[in-house]
């Protein structure tokens, strides 16, 4: 039996969030170390919505 170690290095993590817009539109918000990433999503306004959000979060940058 080993230790556990992590390997901050190297390690990832993620996440995902189910959305739903009272518009009817179902949609998901990845959430990783490095990006945002909206999929399953149809309506435009939305999109701009979060990524207008996330160019004011200062760690997404």
């Known amino acids: ?3 556990p170690s992590g390997d901050c290095g190297h ?3 993620y996440d995902q969030f ?3 817009d009272p518009t009817g539109d ?3 918000v990845t959430f990783t170390q490095k990006s945002v990433r ?3 999503c149809q309506d435009d ?3 701009n ?3 207008a959000w996330a160019d004011l979060v200062p760690a997404l940058e």
Do not use: L, Q, R, W
Request: net charge positive.
């Open 1 to 3: 039996m080993g230790s």
């Open 11 to 13: 390690e990832t993590y």
């Open 18 to 20: 189910k959305c739903h």
């Open 26 to 28: 179902d949609y998901y």
């Open 38 to 40: 909206i999929s399953s």
């Open 45 to 47: 306004a939305i999109k």
């Open 49 to 51: 919505k979060i990524k």
